[in-house]
């Protein structure tokens, strides 16, 4: 009769045989932990991070939507404001639509200019220079979103660059107190952009009057819709004693 040959695991003791089951346990494990386990995990903490990213913006647009009315009432008061400030600089400026202001400047105050200097366009502004020099900084609201989830953006809005000009009347004068009250309140409401850059005032004891020192600056602006409009010359008298209309000094009015 043939005897059956002994088995590998026979000689095996049941303590080696829990010893190896133990190890196969753990083999197993660490197997499903590095193949399995572990990437799933990496994929749902990306998938954490995504949502977490995802309900950040949510928040963010929710906000956004409760905020548009207000934005989108103080964009529309900014291009007004802008529009109103801008119209009120010509396209250009000439000599003769200077002395065309000062003419007009002298018929409807009575100030009397007895001397003139004209430094005409001199450049105090420009946008693109400035900005490649980086002289001046723009501020730019952040209209993008701050999650990384992708999203269309919003078009921002540009505006041409711009070149503003200054052109320098200085001219000495005499006058009543009341012909330059006239006289400034003139230059403060006249439809394009002017203002006093300096003016030196002092009694004058032969007429009882003021004589003084103006630096008028006259204001233009390249870049911007405005267009240069040539001065209408009707009505602007010459004379001998002064060049921009046949008036008399307030010295001779005193007299």
Do not use: W
Request: net charge negative; aromatic share 8%.
């Amino acid at each position: 009769m043939n005897k059956k040959k002994p088995s590998a695991l026979s000689n095996v003791t049941e303590r080696d045989k829990k010893l190896l089951f133990t190890l196969g346990t753990i083999l197993v494990l660490a197997l499903s932990y590095f193949f399995a386990f572990s990437p799933n995990q990496e994929k749902a903490d990306e998938v954490k991070t995504l949502n977490k990213e995802k309900q950040a913006y949510v928040t963010e647009l929710d906000g956004k939507i409760a905020n548009e009315p207000t934005k989108r009432a103080e964009i529309t008061t900014f291009k007004n404001d802008r529009e109103t400030i801008l119209a009120k600089f010509p396209g250009g400026m000439t000599h003769e639509k200077a002395i065309k202001i000062l003419a007009d400047l002298e018929k409807d105050t009575d100030i009397f200019s007895s001397q003139v200097t004209l430094a005409v366009n001199n450049i105090f502004f420009n946008q693109a220079e400035a900005r490649t020099n980086g002289t001046v900084q723009v501020k730019n609201e952040n209209i993008a979103s701050t999650s990384s989830v992708a999203v269309v953006g919003v078009a921002e809005e540009t505006y041409p660059d711009i070149v503003g000009y200054k052109t320098i009347l200085t001219l000495s004068f005499n006058c009543t107190d009341e012909e330059l009250t006239k006289a400034l309140d003139f230059i403060n409401e006249y439809e394009d952009k002017m203002s006093v850059e300096s003016i030196t005032v002092g009694y004058d004891e032969t007429t009882g009057g003021l004589v003084g020192t103006m630096n008028l600056c006259m204001f233009a602006v390249e870049g911007v819709d405005n267009e240069y409009e040539e001065p209408t010359t009707e009505g602007v008298d010459l004379g001998v004693v002064n060049i921009f209309g046949a008036k008399k000094s307030t010295a001779n009015k005193k007299k």
